[in-house]
C-alpha cells in the first residue's frame, strides 16, 4: 500500500521489513567479519559505510540473496518485493534500448496465461515508475544518450517498476556530480514517502547521506569491527570518528565513545565486535 506523506517520521513502521540476526557474511564458508544485528524499518535509510574491501559489496550481495551467507539468520518480513538499483548496470550498450525498455526489465517475466491482467497491470506499473522519477517525457528516447542523472533516475524506476518495499542501491550516484547527487537523493527521498520505502544504500561521496542517514552500518575489517544502529549513535564511535570525523554527528557536543582497534569497552544501542 504506498502512502504520501509530508516527512520520513510519518511512515516509520513497528515492523521490520528486513532483519540479519548474528548475521555472518563471506565466501566459501569463511566470515569477514564478526557477526552482525540490525533491522531495517520504513521511513529508515541505512547506509553502509566502510573503507575499500570492508565487505560492503559482500553484505549488499548477501542481503540480496546473491552471496549465500555464512552463518546467522537474515529475513524479510512484510517485504513486497526488493528494488535494487546497481552500481552498473549489466546492459550491452551497443545494443539499442529505450528507457521503457530498461524500465520494463525490473519486472518479473513469469507471465502466466492464467492471468490475463497482467500485462495490463505492468504496463502501468512501468508507466507509474517512469513518471514517479520524472522520466516519461523521455521513455523512448535511447538509454545509452541520457545523461549520467537521467540514467540513474531510469535505473531508479526500473527498481521502482516491481512496486518493493525495500529499495537497495549501489552506489548510485558514483558517476554524478555535487548537484546531480543532490537532486539524486532528493528523489529517493520523495519516493521512499510517496510509496513507503526502506532503504538501504552504499556510497563513497559520505558528505551526502551525513545529511539523510537514518542509521549506519559501519564495517571495519581491519579492526574486526561491525557497528550498527542510528547515525548518531554509531558517528560518535571513537573508530568512526578516527577515519571520518565528525561528519555524521548530529548538531550538539561531540562524544566519541567505544573505543579503538584494541578497546573493547563499548556501552549504547549499536552493536560491536572486536577482535
Keep these: 500500500m504506498r502512502r504520501d506523506t509530508g516527512t520520513l517520521s510519518d511512515v516509520i513502521s513497528e515492523y521490520p521489513l528486513l532483519?540479519?540476526?548474528?548475521?555472518?557474511?563471506?565466501?566459501?564458508?569463511?566470515?569477514?567479519?564478526?557477526?552482525?544485528?540490525?533491522?531495517?524499518?520504513?521511513?529508515?535509510?541505512?547506509?553502509?559505510?566502510?573503507?575499500n574491501g570492508s565487505g560492503k559489496t559482500t553484505l549488499l550481495r548477501t542481503l540480496l540473496d546473491l552471496t549465500p551467507r555464512v552463518d546467522g539468520g537474515?529475513?524479510?518480513?512484510?517485504?513486497?518485493?526488493?528494488?535494487?538499483?546497481?552500481?552498473?548496470?549489466?546492459?550491452?550498450?551497443?545494443?539499442?534500448m529505450r528507457c521503457v525498455d530498461v524500465v520494463r526489465g525490473g519486472l518479473d517475466r513469469g507471465w502466466s496465461f492464467l492471468d490475463a491482467l497482467r500485462p495490463l497491470?505492468?504496463?502501468a506499473q512501468v508507466?507509474?515508475?517512469?513518471?514517479?522519477?520524472?522520466?516519461?517525457?523521455?521513455?523512448?528516447?535511447?538509454?545509452?544518450?541520457l545523461s549520467e542523472g537521467q540514467k540513474q533516475r531510469v535505473l531508479m524506476a526500473r527498481a521502482l517498476a516491481c512496486e518493493p518495499g525495500l529499495l537497495v542501491l549501489d552506489e548510485p550516484t558514483s558517476a554524478m556530480d555535487a548537484v546531480a547527487e543532490e537532486a539524486a537523493f532528493d528523489l529517493v527521498e520523495r519516493l521512499q514517502r510517496a510509496r513507503g520505502l526502506g532503504v538501504v544504500v552504499v556510497a563513497h561521496h559520505l558528505a551526502v547521506l551525513a545529511r539523510r542517514a537514518t542509521h549506519l552500518v559501519y564495517l571495519d575489517a581491519d579492526c574486526g569491527l561491525?557497528?550498527?544502529?542510528?547515525?548518531?549513535?554509531?558517528?560518535?564511535?571513537?573508530t568512526f570518528v578516527e577515519h571520518y570525523g565528525h561528519l555524521f554527528d548530529p548538531p550538539?557536543?561531540?562524544?566519541a565513545h567505544g573505543g579503538h582497534?584494541?578497546?573493547?569497552?563499548?556501552?549504547?544501542?549499536?552493536t560491536e565486535h572486536p577482535r
Design 19 to 51: 532483519r540479519a540476526e548474528a548475521l555472518r557474511i563471506g565466501y566459501a564458508g569463511r566470515a569477514l567479519l564478526p557477526p552482525l544485528t540490525f533491522e531495517v524499518r520504513v521511513g529508515e535509510m541505512w547506509a553502509i559505510i566502510g573503507r
Design 74 to 96: 537474515l529475513e524479510r518480513l512484510g517485504v513486497r518485493g526488493i528494488g535494487y538499483v546497481p552500481q552498473r548496470l549489466g546492459l550491452d550498450l551497443g545494443v539499442p
Design 121 to 123: 497491470r505492468a504496463r
Design 127 to 145: 508507466e507509474q515508475a517512469l513518471r514517479e522519477t520524472d522520466t516519461l517525457a523521455f521513455a523512448e528516447r535511447q538509454f545509452v544518450t
Design 226 to 238: 561491525v557497528l550498527a544502529g542510528p547515525s548518531g549513535d554509531v558517528a560518535r564511535h571513537a
Design 252 to 255: 550538539g557536543p561531540h562524544e
Design 261 to 270: 582497534c584494541d578497546d573493547h569497552d563499548h556501552h549504547g544501542p549499536t
